[in-house]
């Protein structure tokens, strides 16, 4: 495991919700966050800078499938390759499981991930129209390859 990068635990909750507040317009209720800490079948990574969260990535865990729920770095630790750390951490994570993919939406407009994803080997598959409040969602699917 990256040694800024951790699994998140129910302590970590009221922070996790304050990352989510201060990112996205529309967070996870706290109630929501820490069942879903609690829930096997969702898993949480965060990243720490000098003991404070900076960033966290959100997985579901559905049959042979991971849903990336949400990804975020907060704004002044942008641009620094935390993202990419995380994404690569849950790569590793799904080339030693027996999941077979993993599924993203993201903004149209978000440049950014979008590029991180595609550099990563995930490959946009479909649209998702006013997936978001005015804006379509991206699909991006990235399958195990078996040599």
Known sequence: MIENVSVCDLKMSKDLEEIENEIFTTAWPSETIKQKINNKEFKYWVYKKNDK????????????LIEILGIGVIEEYRKNGIAGELMNELLDFFN????????????QSNDTAKNLYTKLGFN?????????????ADIYL??????
């Open 96 to 107: 030693k499981s027996s999941y077979l993919k993993i599924i993203l939406e993201v903004r």
């Open 124 to 136: 946009k598959i479909s649209k998702r129209k006013n997936y978001y409040k005015n804006e379509d």
């Open 142 to 147: 990235k399958e195990k390859v078996y040599v």
């Open 53 to 64: 969260l900076v960033a966290y990535l959100g997985v579901h865990f559905v049959n042979d």
